[in-house]
């Protein structure tokens, strides 16, 4: 069998190493490890697992760092990770037998991306393992690049099924920031250098992940024109558009540039699930059953068309089973509840017996709209989650037991503090028991989060009203003019209230 060398760069990773060097130590034959300037723990952890470690001066390029880690690696072939990756264990028997190989080749590897913060994970396919050649250089002051210098020395392309796990994206938003204002720079000069098709997506992609949506917005657009660009990275950027034009409420133009997308790469499960709420928030409902449908079934077929994609968006099973038992809730459409009911057992197959009986009893409570009682609102509470937020809360806006509502909405805002519908729903039920001024500082509290919900401003404007704050509901009318400009229904009800506000001051 052919050695292998794990190839990495370091800088204060002491956290990380450990973990990154256990998932490899049964298969690696070498360990180079160049370090960039660590002052934490990060080169004694490194000589616990006998890695050859050297002191690399920062030049403000990853490339020039992974090549002489390069020029340090004398395996016969070169597995390079960073070190809040992990090697899955299912992958060995896959490595070893391209280890066995004389192939001068390199191998496609899905970097499996755990983001628990945004509750999505999602892949990149990178060539991450490669036959050792001193001809092999990295290219690219950010996000450094193999393939191309494997493809002009010769080599073969493959795809594998090796898997490695990245946690390093499974940290705060303040985190995630940092890190993308850390690469922004580098990206941007080395854009002005190169020109590349795919520079400029790792561009874009950086100013989305840094909330600069009308940056990002320009350049997938300018992207989007471009040939050189991977189709499938093409349909990203007609994706990342039509979720920053979703997200203004511009549902004609997120249709059509979703659609765009689809038809480039229907391999994607986020885009018809996407599709599937932007005819929602269009009030399509048959649409958007059939495009949740359709989510599903790419779901279940996502082990081959993840080998297709260079970037896959992986979607739990639960979080497009609960989103289809939400839209059956609001269309009474029994044969596509059952759909999604046999869709649901499928995944609890492993779970306990007291799990499914739980999930079967709260099942058939929600979806047949029973009162929910305190044995039901227990079983809620143990098995609430982010997949099924929604459709609960869907549930408990048709009960009547005031006791039982309010318990609920207040455990959900404690566990999800940032969900619209959880504020909202709790201010409706302190204003109709007489609490109005409990409500408003709820809501007041929570404005910067409502923002983006013109039924949610519409109850505070209402509540402010209530209280003869009229100033304060003019300016959330006028916020919404602003904002949601070009969504006809909500302005013309705004217009209209504040015709009837001003002729009530008049008046008065």
């Not at 909330?211 to 950027?237: C, G, H, P, V």
């Not at 765009?260 to 699930?273: D, F, H, M, S, V």
């Not at 459409?333 to 499928?346: G, M």
């Not at 409502?450 to 009203?465: I, V």
Request: aromatic share 12%; charged share 30%; net charge negative.
């Amino acid at each position: 069998m052919g050695t292998l060398t794990l190839s990495m760069i370091v800088k204060n990773e002491g956290k990380y190493l450990k973990e990154c060097l256990e998932s490899v130590k049964n298969i690696v034959n070498e360990i180079v490890i160049v370090d960039t300037g660590s002052t934490d723990d990060t080169i004694s952890i490194a000589k616990e697992f006998n890695a050859k470690v050297y002191n690399f001066q920062w030049v403000n390029d990853f490339s020039a760092a992974r090549n002489y880690a390069l020029s340090k690696s004398s395996g016969d072939w070169i597995l390079y990770m960073d070190a809040d990756e992990r090697l899955d264990a299912n992958s060995l028997p896959e490595l070893k037998k391209i280890l066995n190989t004389v192939t001068k080749a390199g191998y496609f590897c899905t970097v499996m991306n755990i983001d628990n913060e945004n509750n999505r994970d999602y892949s990149i396919r990178y060539v991450r393992l490669f036959k050792n050649s001193p001809d092999i250089k990295f290219t690219g002051k950010v996000h450094e690049q193999i393939t191309n210098s494997l493809i002009e020395n010769g080599y073969q392309i493959y795809h594998s099924k090796i898997i490695i796990n990245h946690i390093g994206y499974d940290v705060s938003k303040e985190e995630k920031e940092k890190k993308a204002k850390r690469n922004l720079e580098l990206l941007i000069e080395e854009y002005d250098l190169s020109k590349s098709s795919y520079s400029l997506f790792q561009l874009g992609q950086t100013y989305f992940i840094l909330e600069n949506y009308d940056k990002a917005r320009e350049i997938f657009l300018q992207l989007i024109k471009q040939d050189d660009l991977d189709s499938t990275l093409k349909a990203e950027a007609y994706a990342y558009v039509a979720q920053i034009e979703h997200s203004k409420f511009n549902s004609i133009d997120a249709e059509k540039l979703i659609d765009k997308a689809i038809e480039l790469n229907p391999r994607q499960t986020y885009y018809y699930l996407l599709m599937s709420k932007i005819y929602l928030r269009q009030q399509n409902l048959y649409k958007a059953k059939l495009y949740a449908k359709k989510a599903m079934e790419s779901n279940k077929c996502i082990n081959k068309n993840e080998l297709l994609n260079k970037q896959t968006i992986f979607i739990d099973d639960r979080e497009i089973i609960y989103y289809g038992l939400y839209l059956s809730l609001k269309t009474q459409d029994s044969d596509y509840t059952e759909y999604f009911i046999k869709e649901l057992y499928r995944i609890v197959k492993d779970e306990n017996a007291n799990r499914k009986i739980q999930l079967i009893k709260l099942m058939e409570n929600v979806l047949n709209g029973r009162e929910i009682n305190e044995e039901i609102a227990d079983i809620i509470e143990q098995n609430i989650n982010k997949y099924n937020l929604d459709l609960l809360i869907t549930v408990l806006e048709q009960q009547k037991n005031y006791e039982i509502k309010f318990r609920l909405y207040n455990y959900i805002h404690s566990l999800y503090p940032k969900n619209t519908d959880a504020i909202k729903n709790l201010a409706l039920l302190y204003e109709q028991t007489g609490a109005i001024s409990e409500a408003l500082k709820l809501m007041e509290t929570n404005r910067e989060i409502l923002n983006n919900d013109p039924a949610a401003l519409f109850y505070m404007a209402s509540f402010y009203l209530e209280t003869g704050k009229y100033g304060e509901a003019t300016g959330i009318f006028d916020y919404m003019e602003n904002t949601f400009g070009q969504m006809g229904e909500i302005i013309q009800k705004v217009k209209l209230i504040k015709e009837k506000l001003k002729g009530f001051a008049i008046a008065k």
